[in-house]
Nanobody
Framework: VQLQASGGGLVQAGGSLRLSCAAS????????MGWFRQAPGKEREFVAA????????DYADSVKGRFIVSRDNAKNTVYLQMNSLKPEDTAVYSC?????????????????????WGQGTLVTVSS
């Protein structure tokens, strides 16, 4: 599956952005989808993820209550709605697909557990 992230840009603190991740090559419903981010000089970190059917979501503590992950399997697209943005949210955001089915574990957080990655989209939040 090929993934293409878009929607990044420059926004003031307190503002909002919506990222999109479009998939091609295979139906998106086969994968758990995750969003990760990497700030300059830092490791790539988990942001949010959503189960195959969309019924289960998971968020990093740093974004919980501000970000919302969703998916439209009919459109083969995953979204990350980012609200109340802070300067510390500045990073390159990437979407990723996890193809492994683990019984009893609808979502995984480790980046090494994701099989396919899209190119990142830069989000810059000014203070």
């Amino acid at each position: 599956v090929q993934l293409q992230a878009s929607g990044g840009g420059l926004v003031q603190a307190g503002g909002s952005l919506r990222l999109s991740c479009a998939a091609s090559g295979r139906t998106l419903s086969s994968y758990v989808m995750g969003w990760f981010r990497q700030a300059p000089g830092k490791e790539r970190e988990f942001v949010a993820a959503i189960s195959r059917g969309g019924g289960v979501t998971d968020y990093a503590d740093s974004v919980k209550g501000r970000f919302i992950v969703s998916r439209d399997n009919a459109k083969n697209t995953v979204y990350l709605q980012m609200n109340s943005l802070k300067p510390e949210d500045t990073a390159v955001y990437s979407c990723a697909a996890d193809r492994t089915i683990v019984v009893g574990v609808p979502i995984r957080r480790k980046k090494d557990e994701y099989d396919y990655w899209g190119q990142g989209t830069l989000v810059t939040v000014s203070s």
